[in-house]
T-cell receptor
Framework: EAEVAQSPRYKITEKSQAVAFWCDPISGHATLYWYRQILGQGPELLVQFQDESVVDDSQLPKDRFSAERLKGVDSTLKIQPAELGDSAMYLC????????????FGPGTRLTVL | AQKITQTQPGMFVQEKEAVTLDCTYD???????LFWYKQPSSGEMIFLIY??????QNATEGRYSLNFQKARKSANLVISASQLGDSAMYFCAISINFGKGTSLLVTP
């Protein structure tokens, strides 16, 4: 069964360092999402791509976060510099034109900033 | 903008019993889809069930069913015959908007 891949699964870094997360969506899925989930909360959208284009990045802290999906397939989310408040789960999801248009989520990257 | 409200931060249920997780929402869209996801402690979000706003029948998927009341903007998830493996966080969502979730603990 096709799955969304994410790496790394866990990342520990010190504040002010740069971190990067990678996501490979299900093959053929044009829509890709990055979410941030703080412990005890629901996921919050950071950025949405349609193919290689950004559809929504209104909640992305652009002074330190960047996201790209250059060829419209896999995607990278970067934080530079990381802050203590960035500690969270970062979830990637993709969506195709399935019967329900549901999002398929990857296993997530759990980031801890010390 | 859409808003999802899940008022139950935590729920307990005994194994083999049924449990209802509440979800209310606010949207100005005429056509929308409601989703429920399960998130075990491992962190992955697992799609459970979908209800379209124009679907006349409540959605069912195995032990999961939706009590959808469109006029009240309510879409409660019912889990029948609870199992220990159902212990997890449960999230209600419309599109990219998620509620804060309900933590369900199933006890023997």
């Amino acid at each position: 069964e096709a799955e969304v891949a994410q790496s790394p699964r866990y990342k520990i870094t010190e504040k002010s360092q740069a971190v990067a997360f990678w996501c490979d969506p299900i093959s053929g899925h044009a829509t890709l999402y990055w979410y941030r989930q703080i412990l005890g909360q629901g996921p919050e959208l950071l950025v949405q791509f349609q193919d290689e284009s950004v559809v929504d990045d209104s909640q992305l802290p652009k002074d330190r976060f960047s996201a790209e999906r250059l060829k419209g397939v896999d995607s990278t989310l970067k934080i530079q510099p990381a802050e203590l408040g960035d500690s969270a789960m970062y979830l990637c999801a993709s969506r195709g034109w399935d019967s329900y248009n549901e999002q398929f989520f990857g296993p997530g990257t759990r980031l801890t900033v010390l | 903008a859409q808003k999802i409200t899940q008022t139950q931060p935590g729920m307990f249920v005994q194994e083999k019993e049924a449990v209802t997780l509440d979800c209310t929402y606010d949207t100005s869209d005429q056509s929308y889809g409601l989703f429920w996801y399960k998130q075990p402690s491992s962190g992955e979000m697992i799609f459970l069930i979908y209800q379209g706003s124009y679907d006349e029948q409540n959605a069912t998927e195995g032990r999961y069913s939706l009590n959808f009341q469109k006029a009240r903007k309510s879409a409660n998830l019912v889990i029948s015959a609870s199992q220990l493996g159902d212990s997890a966080m449960y999230f209600c969502a419309i599109s990219i908007n998620f509620g804060k979730g309900t933590s369900l603990l199933v006890t023997p």
